[in-house]
Protein backbone atom coordinates (compact mmCIF):
# COMPACT_ATOMS: atom_id res chain seq x y z
CA UNK A 1 0.00 0.00 0.00
CA UNK A 2 3.08 2.19 0.81
CA UNK A 3 4.53 1.63 -2.34
CA UNK A 4 1.25 2.63 -4.43
CA UNK A 5 1.03 5.82 -2.11
CA UNK A 6 4.75 6.56 -2.96
CA UNK A 7 3.96 5.66 -6.80
CA UNK A 8 1.06 7.66 -6.56
CA UNK A 9 2.63 10.66 -5.39
CA UNK A 10 5.51 10.78 -8.67
CA UNK A 11 2.94 10.05 -11.35
CA UNK A 12 3.11 13.98 -12.75
CA UNK A 13 6.92 13.79 -12.81
CA UNK A 14 8.34 12.60 -15.88
CA UNK A 15 10.37 9.96 -16.40
CA UNK A 16 13.77 8.98 -17.93
CA UNK A 17 12.33 5.69 -19.13
CA UNK A 18 15.11 3.82 -17.82
CA UNK A 19 15.23 1.52 -14.83
CA UNK A 20 17.95 -0.77 -13.31
CA UNK A 21 17.40 -3.45 -10.72
CA UNK A 22 13.87 -2.51 -10.82
CA UNK A 23 14.25 0.92 -9.89
CA UNK A 24 13.00 3.85 -12.33
CA UNK A 25 15.15 6.98 -13.01
CA UNK A 26 13.77 10.13 -13.06
CA UNK A 27 14.25 12.68 -15.89
CA UNK A 28 15.83 15.13 -13.68
CA UNK A 29 18.25 16.92 -16.22
CA UNK A 30 20.65 19.04 -14.32
CA UNK A 31 20.00 23.10 -13.93
CA UNK A 32 19.97 25.77 -16.84
CA UNK A 33 22.47 28.10 -14.27
CA UNK A 34 24.97 25.00 -14.18
CA UNK A 35 25.32 25.00 -17.78
CA UNK A 36 25.44 29.32 -17.90
CA UNK A 37 28.19 28.84 -14.88
CA UNK A 38 30.13 26.54 -17.08
CA UNK A 39 30.10 27.94 -20.37
CA UNK A 40 30.57 31.25 -18.82
CA UNK A 41 33.69 29.76 -17.22
CA UNK A 42 35.04 28.25 -20.31
CA UNK A 43 34.32 31.47 -22.38
CA UNK A 44 36.16 33.37 -19.25
CA UNK A 45 39.18 31.23 -19.71
CA UNK A 46 39.33 32.38 -23.07
CA UNK A 47 39.10 36.15 -22.51
CA UNK A 48 41.86 35.95 -19.55
CA UNK A 49 44.23 34.35 -21.88
CA UNK A 50 43.89 36.83 -24.54
CA UNK A 51 44.10 39.81 -22.69
CA UNK A 52 46.35 39.16 -20.01
CA UNK A 53 48.84 37.22 -21.38
CA UNK A 54 48.27 38.29 -25.26
CA UNK A 55 47.22 41.67 -25.54
CA UNK A 56 49.79 44.36 -25.17
CA UNK A 57 47.76 47.00 -23.28
CA UNK A 58 48.30 44.46 -20.27
CA UNK A 59 51.79 44.61 -18.19
CA UNK A 60 53.68 41.31 -18.38
CA UNK A 61 54.71 39.89 -15.08
CA UNK A 62 58.41 41.11 -15.45
CA UNK A 63 56.59 44.70 -15.77
CA UNK A 64 54.44 44.84 -13.28
CA UNK A 65 57.47 43.33 -10.95
CA UNK A 66 59.54 46.11 -12.16
CA UNK A 67 56.71 48.71 -11.40
CA UNK A 68 55.94 47.87 -7.94
CA UNK A 69 59.69 47.85 -7.44
CA UNK A 70 59.79 51.59 -8.63
CA UNK A 71 56.95 52.33 -6.06
CA UNK A 72 58.51 50.65 -3.59
CA UNK A 73 61.75 52.75 -4.10
CA UNK A 74 59.54 55.74 -4.49
CA UNK A 75 58.52 54.53 -0.48
CA UNK A 76 61.32 53.29 0.61
CA UNK A 77 64.27 56.50 -0.57
CA UNK A 78 61.57 59.11 -1.12
CA UNK A 79 63.63 62.54 -0.65
CA UNK A 80 67.24 60.54 -0.91
CA UNK A 81 66.15 59.79 -4.40
CA UNK A 82 65.92 63.82 -5.04
CA UNK A 83 70.04 64.07 -3.63
CA UNK A 84 72.11 63.70 -7.13
CA UNK A 85 74.58 60.68 -6.53
CA UNK A 86 78.09 62.29 -5.79
CA UNK A 87 79.68 63.30 -1.86
CA UNK A 88 76.84 65.71 -0.68
CA UNK A 89 74.61 62.72 -1.18
CA UNK A 90 76.98 60.78 1.24
CA UNK A 91 76.96 62.93 4.10
CA UNK A 92 73.76 63.81 4.14
CA UNK A 93 73.15 60.16 4.68
CA UNK A 94 75.99 59.86 7.05
CA UNK A 95 74.13 63.14 9.09
CA UNK A 96 70.54 61.21 8.77
CA UNK A 97 70.31 58.22 11.43
CA UNK A 98 67.98 56.50 9.54
CA UNK A 99 69.72 56.23 6.74
CA UNK A 100 72.57 55.33 7.79
CA UNK A 101 71.16 52.28 9.64
CA UNK A 102 69.68 51.06 6.11
CA UNK A 103 73.29 51.44 4.94
CA UNK A 104 74.28 48.95 7.84
CA UNK A 105 71.57 46.65 6.77
CA UNK A 106 72.69 46.83 2.63
CA UNK A 107 76.47 46.59 4.09
CA UNK A 108 75.72 43.83 6.28
CA UNK A 109 73.79 41.91 3.49
CA UNK A 110 76.26 42.52 0.29
CA UNK A 111 79.86 43.22 2.12
CA UNK A 112 80.30 41.16 5.68
CA UNK A 113 81.53 38.20 3.85
CA UNK A 114 84.87 39.94 3.18
CA UNK A 115 84.92 42.85 5.86
CA UNK A 116 82.75 41.32 8.45
CA UNK A 117 79.86 42.80 9.62
CA UNK A 118 81.74 45.60 11.47
CA UNK A 119 83.68 46.55 9.03
CA UNK A 120 86.82 44.89 10.68
CA UNK A 121 88.32 42.99 7.21
CA UNK A 122 88.46 39.25 7.11
CA UNK A 123 92.09 38.07 6.38
CA UNK A 124 92.93 37.78 2.62
CA UNK A 125 89.25 39.09 1.43
CA UNK A 126 88.76 42.13 2.76
CA UNK A 127 90.73 45.18 4.48
CA UNK A 128 90.00 46.89 7.55
CA UNK A 129 87.58 49.47 6.93
CA UNK A 130 87.86 51.28 10.53
CA UNK A 131 91.28 52.83 10.18
CA UNK A 132 92.70 55.60 8.60
CA UNK A 133 93.84 53.65 5.68
CA UNK A 134 92.98 53.00 2.13
CA UNK A 135 94.13 51.40 -0.92
CA UNK A 136 91.91 52.44 -3.73
CA UNK A 137 90.60 55.79 -2.86
CA UNK A 138 91.27 59.21 -1.23
CA UNK A 139 88.07 60.36 -1.35
CA UNK A 140 84.58 59.92 -1.06
CA UNK A 141 83.58 59.99 -4.79
CA UNK A 142 86.56 57.32 -5.43
CA UNK A 143 84.37 55.15 -2.76
CA UNK A 144 81.39 55.32 -4.70
CA UNK A 145 83.31 54.08 -7.67
CA UNK A 146 85.31 51.57 -5.96
CA UNK A 147 81.84 50.54 -4.80
CA UNK A 148 80.04 50.50 -8.03
CA UNK A 149 83.16 49.32 -10.25
CA UNK A 150 85.14 47.30 -8.25
CA UNK A 151 88.83 47.10 -7.69
CA UNK A 152 92.16 45.41 -7.47
CA UNK A 153 91.26 43.41 -11.16
CA UNK A 154 87.99 41.95 -9.15
CA UNK A 155 89.28 41.31 -6.10
CA UNK A 156 86.52 44.21 -4.91
CA UNK A 157 83.69 42.92 -7.06
CA UNK A 158 81.48 45.63 -8.83
CA UNK A 159 78.73 46.17 -6.80
CA UNK A 160 76.43 48.24 -9.31
CA UNK A 161 74.11 47.86 -11.89
CA UNK A 162 71.68 44.35 -10.79
CA UNK A 163 73.32 43.63 -7.27
CA UNK A 164 72.82 47.45 -5.83
CA UNK A 165 71.19 50.48 -7.22
CA UNK A 166 72.55 54.20 -7.20
CA UNK A 167 70.95 54.64 -3.31
CA UNK A 168 71.84 51.54 -2.06
CA UNK A 169 75.87 52.09 -3.38
CA UNK A 170 75.48 55.76 -1.60
CA UNK A 171 73.67 53.97 1.71
CA UNK A 172 77.01 51.66 1.87
CA UNK A 173 79.81 54.44 0.83
CA UNK A 174 78.06 56.56 4.02
CA UNK A 175 78.41 53.74 6.42
CA UNK A 176 81.65 52.78 5.73
CA UNK A 177 82.50 56.28 5.62
CA UNK A 178 81.22 56.21 9.17
CA UNK A 179 83.47 53.26 10.56
CA UNK A 180 86.71 55.04 9.91
CA UNK A 181 88.26 56.15 13.05
CA UNK A 182 86.83 53.12 14.97
CA UNK A 183 89.47 51.34 14.62
CA UNK A 184 88.45 48.24 15.70
CA UNK A 185 90.78 45.22 16.10
CA UNK A 186 91.34 43.40 12.80
CA UNK A 187 93.03 43.24 9.57
CA UNK A 188 96.21 45.40 9.95
CA UNK A 189 96.28 48.65 7.97
CA UNK A 190 96.96 48.09 4.74
CA UNK A 191 97.22 51.04 1.82
CA UNK A 192 97.42 54.84 2.44
CA UNK A 193 96.43 57.18 5.20
CA UNK A 194 94.11 59.39 3.30
CA UNK A 195 92.71 62.98 4.67
CA UNK A 196 89.94 63.17 6.83
CA UNK A 197 86.55 63.02 5.18
CA UNK A 198 84.01 66.16 5.17
CA UNK A 199 81.41 66.64 8.07
CA UNK A 200 78.17 65.00 7.56
CA UNK A 201 75.51 67.13 6.90
CA UNK A 202 73.04 67.33 9.46
CA UNK A 203 71.23 70.53 9.02
CA UNK A 204 70.24 70.47 5.25
CA UNK A 205 66.75 71.43 4.45
CA UNK A 206 64.24 68.82 3.24
CA UNK A 207 63.97 67.93 -0.54
CA UNK A 208 60.91 68.24 -2.00
CA UNK A 209 59.74 67.44 -5.64
CA UNK A 210 59.86 69.05 -8.89
CA UNK A 211 56.88 70.31 -9.87
Same mark, same amino acid.
Given at each position: MADH????????VEMS???????REYDNPIPGWWHALFYGGVLFSFLYVAVVHLSPLWPTREQAYLAAE???? *? $??FAELRLIDMGEEKVLRIMGEPKWLDMGASVFTANCALCHKADGSGMSGLGPNMTDDFYKNITDIDGMLDVITNGANNGAMPP???????D? *? $?ALVAAYVASLRGKNLPGEPPDGEQIPP???PITDAAPLQPEG
Open positions: QHDDQHDDGHMYDGIERAL *E $IQKGGAQLNN *E $IFPE
